[in-house]
């Protein structure tokens, strides 16, 4: 069927990924030289050496403008590359060229390999809307994970995990940015609690400030019980302008003498009212905030003064650590209330697509018709600090049977990536460890680069399309629900890369 082989130059840069212990890798003479035979393929050699490593992880990048971008698919390509390389001199990839549909004899080629002695693939993902979300107690004396979580391109961190008495004094940030310097590390602040858990003088260096800071300001119930709204989560009274002066002056201590800095925080979370969950066993009473015996559900004053509060709590912390410092917000008040999304650079949509949209969830996100569409939400937030961010993360797993009678995963994240591509959001994987509200790390099974967006997304009928400089993505819709809302097709250099069309998907 095809097709021109395309000119190539050839370039050797190095990258090595690795960080720290003896050795570090070292990738060398790289090579690239394209067949003369008319078949098609390309050939990629390279040195490769690491004095204390058995085995490498390589990942292949690619530059179609002489090295100004790294973003140009990386397709075909087969031999010593991908997780497992041992070091030696002459290590050979083939690159098949010819196979790829798209023409591009035109542009200066560059090949670049990283090598990392960690078993992580840094291999290239455009356009940049790649993020992590992880609020567990990630290990990061492991250097591997400082390589891992700098892939992203916004990583939504528990501050109180690099904040605790073992990390406080470790430049963990730092070490992630030397490897991605662009990666912004946002860290995880309650908006409206405390944790019982951060009682003892030996619990998490920051939950325990944290506690001790905010204690005076505990809210009780109509009958006097300790509020709560989620299981050993104390209800703060954000009411009290001393609550907050609280709460931000604890963060800000910690920002100032840990050797982690954020770029900024995210606030879990900000509703229109508070949300208690049901299912509390030990506490009686409802929530009252301004102690007038009623509860914050009946108190339409309270509700009032509540919102006004999460506005003061926002606007202190601003002009505490400035207007550079990043606010991300969770919850749904921002996700219908374009005043109060105005004050944030970004927003997360916690469980996505199941909060605020109404049916069809998924299809009402990214309906123009609705007015807390996708596109609205994010025209509404800051753009200063190199935003906006829209942060779609969910940890449930659903499954489905595939075509030839398995069992698989539906990877929510690959979803979500497809409609970060559409309205230029970041999409967030998980674990799915199928523990619920276990927000933990999890990568794509299929890395994809196909440039930067050319332009909006189109839509006919039931069927949306948007083109990049290497690809395009399709969707069409089906029922538009979670968790089977739509197939999707990516296209890169016109090669079929990506598709989920249940029970059907590629690769
Ligand atoms: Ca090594
Ligand atoms: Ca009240």
Not at 248 to 276: K, P
């Amino acid at each position: 069927m095809r097709a021109i082989v395309p000119l190539l130059c050839s370039c050797c840069i190095l990258l090595a990924a690795g960080l720290t212990l003896a050795a570090d890798p070292v990738v060398s003479n790289v090579r690239m030289a394209e067949r003369t035979d008319g078949s098609g393929l390309v050939d990629i050699d390279y040195d490769l050496a690491d004095a204390d490593s058995p085995v490498l992880a390589v990942a292949v990048q690619m530059s179609a403008d002489g090295g100004a971008q790294w973003n140009f698919p990386v397709l075909n390509m087969t031999g010593d590359v991908g997780s497992n390389v041992a070091p030696g001199v002459d290590r050979h990839i083939v690159w098949n060229a010819g196979a790829i549909p798209t023409r591009f004899s035109e542009g200066q080629y560059r090949v670049r390999l990283a090598a990392s002695d960690r078993g992580v693939l840094h291999k290239p993902h455009s356009p940049r809307n790649i993020a992590i979300t992880d609020w567990s107690a990630v290990n990061w004396s492991d250097p591997a994970n400082w390589e891992k979580y700098a892939r992203a391109d916004i990583f939504l961190a528990m501050a109180a995990s690099m904040w605790n008495q073992q990390y406080m004094n470790v430049p963990i940030i730092d070490r992630i940015k030397a490897v991605n310097p662009d990666v912004k590390v946002i860290g995880y602040i309650s908006a409206k609690t405390a944790q019982l858990s951060g009682e003892p003088a030996g619990a998490n260096a920051f939950w325990h400030e944290w506690y001790v800071r905010t204690r005076p300001f505990w809210v009780y119930t109509t009958t006097g019980d300790t509020a709560q709204d989620w299981p050993g989560n104390v209800v703060l009274n954000i009411l009290d302008p001393a609550c907050r002066t609280a709460m931000i002056e604890t963060v800000m201590d910690f920002q100032r003498t840990s050797a982690n800095h954020f770029d900024g925080i995210l606030w879990d979370y900000f509703n229109n009212s508070l949300w208690v969950y049901d299912g509390l066993t030990n506490v009686t009473g409802q929530p009252d905030m301004d102690g007038d015996g009623i509860g914050h559900a009946q108190d339409y004053d309270e509700q009032v003064a509540y919102k006004s509060a999460e506005v003061a709590l926002v606007s202190a912390l601003r002009d505490s650590l400035g207007e550079n410092f990043i606010q991300v917000f969770n919850g749904q008040r921002a996700y219908s209330d374009s005043t109060f999304a105005g004050l944030a650079d970004g927003l997360m949509y916690e469980i996505f697509p199941t909060l605020l949209f109404p049916q069809p969830n998924m299809k009402s996100a990214l309906d123009p018709a609705y007015p807390f569409n996708l596109y609205a939400a994010r025209r509404w937030l800051r753009s200063g600090n190199g935003g906006p961010w829209i942060v779609m993360s969910n940890p449930w797993r659903t499954q489905y049977g595939d075509i030839d009678g398995g069992t698989h995963y539906i990877m929510s994240g690959n979803q979500w990536r497809a409609v970060a591509m559409l309205m230029d959001g970041y999409a967030s994987w998980n674990s799915h460890d199928g523990s619920t509200f276990s927000y933990t790390y999890g990568w794509s099974d299929n890395d994809i680069s196909v440039g930067e967006p050319l332009g909006p997304p189109v839509s006919d009928g039931n069927f949306i399309r948007r083109d990049f400089q290497y690809g395009r993505i399709e969707l069409e819709w089906k029922t538009g629900m979670y968790p089977d809302p739509f197939k999707y097709r990516i296209w890169a250099l016109g090669q079929r890369v990506e598709e989920l069309a249940v029970p059907m998907h590629f690769p």
